[in-house]
């Protein structure tokens, strides 16, 4: 599987390629998320929501197991407050709907530089940040409703 962000592909449809299967959602000139499955699992999808042009989730049952597959794209530093608050709060209503039986796997774009200097996240950060770490970036990891995942 493969959760892909700035699609700009409009509506909020599927199409097959090659085998693959995408689903996608969008809106005219911005933003955008799909996901897309391989020819393996696509007979495993059991529910597909386009939530909106930044968030989407689809379920599959692969044997015993249920996944969800998040495809995520956060709002942009210098955007509106209320955009951003508006996508928070559908990606927060997102995970939290889903059973704690089931297993969760998040794809996405959260717009958030990390910075150069681990700074208290050496378990995620990797060593690959660059520039200035951004509200962002704090955001994806201090926010109290995503350490309950």
Same mark, same amino acid.
């Given at each position: ?7 700009? &592909?409009?509506? *909020? ?8 299967? /995408? &689903?996608? *959602? ?9 996901? @897309? $499955?391989?020819?393996? !699992?696509?007979?495993? $999808?059991?529910?597909?929501?386009? $939530? ?14 249920? !996944? ?10 210098? @955007? ?6 508006? #996508? &928070? ?14 297993? !969760? ?8 530089? #990390?910075? !150069? ?20 970036? @704090?955001?994806? &990891?201090? *926010?109290?409703?995503? /350490? *309950?995942?």
């Amino acid at each position: 599987m493969v959760c892909v962000q700035e699609t700009r &592909w409009v509506a *909020s449809r599927a199409k097959d390629a090659d085998g693959y299967k /995408l &689903w996608y *959602s969008g809106v005219p000139r911005v933003n955008g998320v799909g996901i @897309l $499955v391989d020819r393996h !699992l696509r007979e495993s $999808v059991v529910e597909v929501r386009q $939530v909106n042009n930044r968030l989407m989730i689809i379920k599959l049952v692969v044997g015993e197991c249920t !996944l969800n597959v998040v495809s995520a794209y956060a709002p942009q530093a210098g @955007l509106d407050e209320e955009i951003k608050r508006h #996508f &928070w709060e559908g990606f927060d209503e997102i995970v939290r709907n889903i059973p704690p039986a089931e297993r !969760l796997f998040i794809g996405g774009d959260f717009n958030g530089h #990390f910075g !150069l200097a681990a700074g208290g996240y050496t378990e995620v950060h990797g060593g690959f940040g660059f520039g200035e770490r951004n509200g962002g970036a @704090l955001r994806c &990891w201090t *926010s109290p409703r995503h /350490l *309950s995942w």
